[in-house]
């Protein structure tokens, strides 16, 4: 009996997400916050000119929810990747 509990190397398709009209490559499976943070996005939103990512990854902060598919307050930690998806942060929003 083996007790080896390694996780294996195996991603999904490639998929490519539009975020903020910038392309993000990412593998099918992951959350969109996954994708976001290993794209090197710093925040998700912005408030009070501070900058938030996710804070629980759970789903119940709301401090990654974005507007996804035209769908305001999506939480990027519960959505998973499709191709062509298009996300859109806050960020800058303030500074105008």
Known sequence: MSHN??????RGE???LDVDGRPVSCFAGE???TAL???GVEGFT???GQRREPLCNMGTCFDCALTI???PLTRACLTPVAD???IETTLG???A
């Open 46 to 48: 912005e408030r009070e």
């Open 5 to 10: 509990r390694r996780l294996t190397e195996q």
């Open 69 to 71: 598919n035209g769908a």
């Open 37 to 39: 943070l290993a794209d």
């Open 14 to 16: 490639s998929v490519t």
């Open 31 to 33: 959350m969109v916050a």
């Open 93 to 95: 929003e303030s500074d």
């Open 84 to 86: 062509g998806m298009r």
